[in-house]
Nanobody, 114 residues
Framework: QVQLVESGGGLVQPGGSLRLSCAAS????????LGWYRQAPGKQRELVAS???????NYADSVKGRFAIARDYAKNTVYLQMNSLKPEDTAVYYC????????WGQGTQVTVSS
C-alpha cells in the first residue's frame, strides 16, 4: 500500500525558510514522477513543483528561484525547500506520486505571517 506522509510545515515570518518532507512507503520514489501542490483557502489546488523519474524539474512561475524540489533515494523521501517565503505562499501543501494512479499525502499547513 502506497503511503505519503508530509512534515515540516508551520508558521514562518515573511522572508523566512521552511523545508517540507514527504516520506514514501510501499513504493520506490526513484521510479516515478513526484511533486508538490498547494491549496490556499478559497482557491484551486495548484502545482508548485515536480520532478520526473529522470530528474527533470518544473516549477510554478510564482516560486521559481525561491523553491527547490529534491529527492533522497536512501530515505525514499522528496523535499521542498522553500526560501524567501511570502504571505501568498500560505497554503496546505500536498505531495504526490504518479504511478498507475496518483497518490496524495495528507497535507501540511504552511503559514507565512508576521
Amino acid at each position: 500500500q502506497v503511503q505519503l506522509v508530509e512534515s515540516g510545515g508551520g508558521l514562518v515570518q515573511p522572508g523566512g525558510s521552511l523545508r517540507l518532507s514527504c516520506a514514501a512507503s510501499g513504493t520506490i520514489i526513484s521510479r516515478y514522477d513526484l511533486g508538490w501542490y498547494r491549496q490556499a483557502p478559497g482557491k484551486q489546488r495548484e502545482l508548485v513543483a515536480s520532478i520526473s523519474s529522470g530528474g527533470y524539474t518544473n516549477y510554478a512561475d510564482s516560486v521559481k528561484g525561491r523553491f527547490a524540489i529534491a529527492r533522497d533515494y536512501a530515505k525514499n523521501t522528496v523535499y521542498l525547500q522553500m526560501n524567501s517565503l511570502k504571505p501568498e505562499d500560505t497554503a496546505v501543501y500536498y505531495c504526490y506520486i504518479d504511478r498507475s494512479l496518483r497518490y496524495w499525502g495528507q497535507g501540511t499547513q504552511v503559514t507565512v505571517s508576521s
